[in-house]
Every structure is written in C-alpha cells, then in structure tokens.
T-cell receptor, first 114, second 113 residues
C-alpha cells in the first residue's frame, strides 16, 4: 500500500462550487499534514498545514484531519479557474534528530470550469 | 516568496556531457533536498542533506551525486548525461525543528539529446 493515496483526477468543478480533495495515508506515525499546490510546469507551494484532528480554515481553504480514519481532506470554497492545479497531500513524519520527512504523492488534478 | 534559487532553468545537452545543476538558498536552512519529477508524475526524492558535509540518497535511485560544502549551496552533478536523465529537477530546503514546510526552487528542466 502506498503511503499516500489520492484520486489522481482530474476533478472538474464549475466556478463558484466547492472542490473537495481527499487523501488517505497508511503511516499511523504521521502526525502532521501539508497541502501543497502545484501549477503545471511550476514548483509546489504550501497552501495549508494541519497538525491536529478537526478543521482548520484559511480564507477559502479548509483542511480536515481525522487521524483515527487516517483521512485528510481539503475543501476549496468558491472555486476559481486560478485554483486549477494539482493538489498534493503530504504526510509529515518525525525521522529523528529534529528532522521531519515529507512524503509527496501524485496528487489530485483539479480543473475549475468557468 | 522563498529565497531558493536554481540555475539553469532550462538545459539541453548532449549525451555523455557532465552537468551540474546549481541550488542555493539564503534562508539559512540546514536541510536541503533534490527531487526528480517527470510531467504529470509524482516527485521522487533522489538526494537530501541535513547539513554541511551530510548527504544521503533518497527513495529513488539516481546516478547523480551531490555535495554540501556550504550551508547555502547544494549542487547536483551528473558525470555523463543520458537521455534517461531527461526530467525536471527540483531543489528544496527546510528548517530544523517543528514540522516546517519545504520551500522549492523554480526547478531545472533538463533535456539530454
């Protein structure tokens, strides 16, 4: 089983709708999660981090974490065409000596249709 | 905007040539990474470093080598480029301590002909 499982998409939503991106992970040691956004041909950039169970909101973005179910999600409200990108769910695992290991999967490609 | 720079952005080179991809960061981060990514595919960690004189191989086997003589500089070298090395190479860095994000450079798109 892969460490990170995401539907590769493409996930198509109309402009203004809520986009829901889901992620399951296999490593119970992972306690924190990052969501990165990667535009085609560009580098990944961090958009959200979540460290504890529950919801975390930042503008149009809400990250949700359920450690018991090993499930992470990202909701994007009022989706815009500029949100069209690949979204990477990244588990963070402590690897000792003050270091943390990030695991990148293939991500989910989101397409917001005007 | 993250202060991590990669040069060159694009490189087309012939088979058998030696190449060095440069990566520098001005954030004082201890940890630096090299990832390889093909179009539409996931990032694969090929090298990482936790500080000066520390280098480790990543999850994906690579014929490239790296060095970390200075904190801010983490170059990647291919002694003899082959068409199979054609890919996007992304450099990243992060601070030590609490889970912190990895900042990425803009990448080098390498084409070996």
């Amino acid at each position: 089983q892969k460490e990170v499982e995401q539907n590769s998409g493409p996930l198509s939503v109309p402009e203004g709708a809520i986009a829901s991106l889901n992620c399951t992970y296999s490593d119970r040691v992972s306690q924190s999660f990052f969501w990165y956004r990667q535009y085609s041909g560009k580098s990944p950039e961090l958009i959200m981090s979540i460290y504890s169970n529950g919801d975390k909101e930042d503008g149009r973005f809400t990250a949700q974490l359920n450690k018991a179910s090993q499930y992470v999600s990202l909701l994007i409200r009022d989706s815009q065409p500029s949100d069209s990108a690949t979204y990477l769910c990244v588990p963070v695992r402590y690897s000792g000596a003050g270091s943390y290991q990030l695991t990148f999967g293939k991500g989910t490609k989101l397409s917001v249709i005007p | 905007e993250a202060d991590i720079y990669q040069t060159p952005r694009y490189l087309v080179i012939g088979t058998g040539k030696k190449i060095t991809l440069e990566c520098s960061q001005t954030m004082g981060h201890d940890k630096m990474y090299w990832y390889q990514q093909d179009p539409g595919m996931e990032l694969h960690l090929i090298h990482y470093s936790y500080g000066v004189n520390s280098t480790e191989k990543g999850d994906l086997s690579s014929e490239s080598t790296v060095s970390r003589i200075r904190t801010e500089h983490f170059p990647l070298t291919l002694e003899s480029a082959r068409p199979s090395h054609t890919s996007q190479y992304l450099c990243a860095s992060s601070a030590t301590g609490s889970p912190t994000e990895a900042f990425f450079g803009q990448g080098t798109r390498l084409t070996v002909v």
